[in-house]
């Protein structure tokens, strides 16, 4: 099974802040890498597929790349809207893994 | 506007059986893989299943596989979860999602419900 790690866990960042979330495959997926935005009793919402695709309506502040085995979600300038769980997920091959998410918070 | 609403959780023994559905509406059903993912209290997101579109093709994660089944009615839009032999690590809100694409085997997740909730426990 791929193994998805992601790096920090958490951060606290300021409103304008710039952020980055890695993620690491244990193995080389190529890109097919998503990222996923979650909020408390919420849904989780798709930002970007194929490791760098915008998903429709998602703001261009999201922005990710990478490829084969190491992934970045960047958060230009982070909006009060942000402030959430990220997650990236391996869809090269079953089981679909997850990364265990990152916190982001206010700092 | 797709809308996708889970229902059938609750709260069984461990061993017991449940069986989750999730009844789909905005877009064409019988053209989309679909997915289950979970997420236990505390934790994070687990993918769990995906069914394809057409010929009902099957992905499971190693932590249900033999235990749960999913499937799909096209004639009713509904995607559903059979669980058996449920032990106390299945407890968590499931959630049904849609397929970005129509491309089996390739899980981006577009669309998510808003989850039902699993408790088992003795």
């Known amino acids: 099974d791929i193994q998805m790690t992601q790096s920090p866990s958490s951060l606290a960042a300021s409103i304008g802040d710039r952020v980055t979330i890695i993620c690491r495959a244990s193995?080389?997926?190529?890109?097919?890498l998503n990222w996923y935005q979650h909020k408390p009793g919420k849904a989780p919402k798709l930002l970007i597929f194929a490791t760098s695709a915008l998903q429709s309506g998602v703001p261009s502040r999201f922005s990710g790349g990478g490829s084969e085995t190491e992934f970045t979600l960047t958060i230009s300038s982070l909006q009060p809207e942000d402030f959430a769980i990220y997650y990236c997920q391996q869809s090269y091959s079953s089981p679909f893994t997850f990364g265990q998410g990152t916190k982001v918070e206010i700092k | 506007e797709v809308q996708l609403v889970e229902s059938g959780g609750g709260m069984v023994q461990p061993g017991g059986s449940l069986r989750l559905s999730c009844v789909a509406s905005?877009?064409?059903?019988?053209?989309?893989?679909m997915s289950w993912v979970r997420q236990a209290p505390g934790k994070g997101l687990e993918w769990v299943s995906s069914?394809?579109?057409?010929?009902?093709?099957?992905y499971y994660a190693d932590s249900v596989k033999g235990r749960f089944t999913v499937s799909r009615d096209s004639s009713k839009n509904t995607l559903y979860l059979q669980m058996s032999s449920l032990r106390v690590q299945d407890t968590a809100l499931y959630y049904c999602a849609k397929n970005l694409g129509l491309q089996w085997g390739l899980p981006e997740l577009d669309y998510w419900g808003q989850g039902t909730l699993v408790t088992v426990s003795s």
């Open positions: 069914i394809s579109g057409d010929d009902g093709g099957t």
């Open positions: 905005g877009f064409t059903f019988s053209r989309y893989p």
């Open positions: 193995q080389s997926i190529d890109t097919y």
